[in-house]
């Protein structure tokens, strides 16, 4: 295969291995993770939590708190360049404009004491090196844009609801027009109408501008919405990709199924629902071989043995189960 | 119909705040018939925890009756109170911040046992024991603290603190909106078997529609303090009247991907409910607004056992 015809992909995370340390015990959170996303795409990061999500976003974003984070592995290339080689005023100027960020409490991601149309301005001014003016304008665009008037560029994060705060963190986060917006749960904290909403502005954004995305959720019903590809992500791993046809039609990991026996279904009738037995396993304690095994169904002792790889299933479907194919 | 366990007749709770009176619940009538599940949906500050909350007695009500086994208990003394709360029981949301982070597991479900007085020393070991092992939690964590356990298992210790003295019925707050998905379907799963297995009457209060068609008979919805649709489950679900509640329907995201169905995006804000207006609260956002939706709005049975509280119901 010639290396020169091959396509760098827009963002590609290879073998990513974050690990946290805590009272001396090592807390695996990343384990090998790999995934790739084209411009105007959007990827799905569906877990538990504690499944390592949010670890992977802010490894992107380098806004790991360090220690006790650590990336011990894998690389995070934007067009080809690794961002975990700059220096930190190189990846300065990425974040904010090239990467942003949407992160899941909006009550906490803005500054209480500044208005909030400020702090729309200050990225702006920052990395478009626009005059303050210019800046202002476009703060105020951007606030008609997610839907609120900009006569209230001058209010506080106190005097907005959650849904509207919730709002002018996606109006900072686009104001730059990223090429990549990682969001974390952005409607977890926002009721089912707001979240609607929400969800709206951030599709219609998004294919307006052509931005790649990654949406971080537990509810798959926000990713049979909003996303292209799907990566189920458990214990630190992947061990489900595929596209969201594949993925919905077709779930084949063990844990991917689990987590879909557990989801009441507005559209059927369900009785009785089938929870995945057990708890998540203990991420400074993993266990050896495949990580869902302790609490999988169709456990056997060779899932025990050796670590288990993802393999594909068809198109671009992988999973990653020594059990898949086989007859139960 | 099974007689009604618990019957609410136009009960009102209000708050006095800085900026006014605060219309939390307003005039909100419904009975739950024994053995049954009640679901209360709507969104965030709508009054469906205040609504479950003075039903039990935690907040005395604003006005209205509320009739227990055919008693009124809108008023009593302190003395009745404590046994109606032994009957009584509320499961809270936050499985986190409602046990006492400095009681074992053990002892905080053998609390209630020891201030009911019913028990022996003997029989209040055999009890505690029953009622981990009813509830699905291992004998090994009897000396554990909250912290040390995980929000599936708090919420479990919630719900055997809950069910420790048999009530007749519990409001469930949000019982299950703090727990991943897996965990989710496993404490859905118990509150069900232990309800069959008791005929526990159950006030379900979530803002999770998937949640609440998966677990309820009847289903309040409620916006801004008032009630603005009740039907079974089935009816509500297959044949949603109130622009409200058609709007909520189509917002939950649906996890079937080949759906086309159409989505009602609402504009808009929930409004404030302090001094509302009189009217449809709802009319702000709706797009079927009228002169008429500015005046009080009641109840009508649109089919047998469908309450809508519209006023345009029937041209929509």
Redesign the interface.
């Known amino acids: 295969m010639s290396e020169v015809n091959k396509k760098t992909p827009f963002v590609e995370v290879k073998n990513l291995v974050v690990h946290y340390t805590s009272e001396g015990r090592e807390i695996h959170a990343v384990n090998d993770v790999s995934f790739k996303i084209e411009k105007g795409e959007t990827l799905g990061l569906v877990g538990e939590t504690g499944a390592g999500k949010t670890t992977i976003a802010r490894s992107i974003l380098r806004i790991l708190p360090e220690p006790p984070a650590h990336v011990d592995n894998g690389e995070i290339l934007l067009e080809g360049k690794n961002l975990l080689e700059l220096s930190n005023d190189e990846m300065r100027k990425i974040r904010g404009k090239r990467i942003s960020v949407i992160f899941q409490d909006p009550m906490t991601a803005l500054n209480p004491v500044m208005r909030i149309g400020d702090q729309i301005t200050e990225g702006i001014v920052l990395h478009e090196k626009v005059s303050q003016r210019k800046g202002e304008e476009k703060a105020k665009r951007m606030l008609e844009m997610v839907g609120i008037p900009a006569s209230r560029y001058g209010e506080y994060p106190h005097q907005f609801s959650g849904g509207m705060k919730q709002r002018v963190v996606i109006a900072m986060a686009l104001a730059c027009n990223p090429d990549l917006l990682l969001a974390d749960e952005p409607t977890t904290a926002l009721d089912v109408t707001i979240q609607a909403q929400v969800l709206d502005i951030i599709k219609n954004l998004q294919k307006e501008l052509q931005t790649a995305m990654v949406m971080i959720t537990h509810d798959l019903g926000i990713v049979a919405g909003v996303c292209d590809n799907v990566a189920v992500v458990y214990a630190g791993e992947i061990v489900e990709y595929g596209s969201k046809e594949e993925m919905f039609d077709h779930p084949s990991h063990p844990y991917t199924i689990g987590l879909f026996g557990s989801l009441p279904d507005i559209n059927a009738d369900v009785t009785r629902l089938s929870p995945i037995c057990g708890m998540p396993p203990d991420p400074s304690n993993l266990p050896f071989g495949c990580s869902f095994s302790p609490r999988c169904p169709r456990a056997t002792a060779e899932c025990t043995k050796e670590h288990v790889k993802l393999t594909n299933i068809g198109g671009t479907h992988t999973c990653r189960c020594i059990h898949y194919g086989k007859e139960v | 119909m099974s007689a009604p366990l618990i019957e609410v007749k136009n009960l009102k709770k209000y708050f006095d705040t800085p900026k006014g009176t605060l219309h939390a619940v307003d005039d909100v009538s419904f009975s739950i018939g024994t053995g049954k599940t009640m679901g209360v949906v709507g ?2 500050g709508c009054g469906k925890s205040t609504l479950g909350r003075t039903m039990i007695h935690l907040y005395e009500s604003t006005g209205g009756q509320i009739l227990f086994e055919g008693e009124d208990i809108t008023h009593v003394n302190r003395k009745k109170m404590h046994g109606l709360h032994e009957q009584m029981q509320l499961i809270f949301q936050d499985p986190f911040s409602s046990l006492n982070p400095r009681m074992t597991v053990e002892e905080t479900i053998r609390e209630p046992l020891e201030l009911s007085r019913r028990f022996g020393k003997k029989a209040l070991q055999e009890e505690t024991e029953r009622i981990m092992n009813m509830v699905g939690i291992d004998e090994r964590l009897r000396h554990s603290y909250p912290h040390e356990l ?1 929000g ?1 298992r708090r919420q479990r210790i919630g719900i055997g603190r809950a069910l420790a003295l048999n009530p007749k019925f519990i409001v469930c707050d949000e019982p299950v909106s703090a727990l ?7 404490v ?2 118990l509150l ?1 078997d232990l309800q069959q297995e008791f005929g526990i009457t159950l006030m379900f209060v979530t ?1 999770d ?3 609440v ?3 309820s008979d009847n289903i309040c919805v409620m916006y801004l303090g008032q009630l603005v649709e009740t039907a079974s489950s089935k009816d509500l ?1 297959a044949d949603p009247r109130h622009p409200y509640t058609k ?11 080949h ?1 086309t169905k159409e ?1 009602i ?2 504009k808009g ?2 409004v404030s409910p302090i001094e509302p207006k009189p009217g449809c609260r709802f009319a702000a956002r709706c797009e079927y607004t009228c002169e008429k939706c500015h005046q009080p709005q009641e109840l009508k049975e649109v089919s047998p056992n469908h309450f809508v509280s519209c006023c345009r119901v029937d041209e929509i």
């Open positions: 969104e965030s995980d599936g991943d998905v897996s965990i989710q379907a496993q859905l799963n069900q803002h529609l998937s949640v068609k998966h677990i679900f709007a909520l329907l189509t917002a939950i995201p649906s996890i079937d991907i759906s989505r995006i609402l804000e929930i």
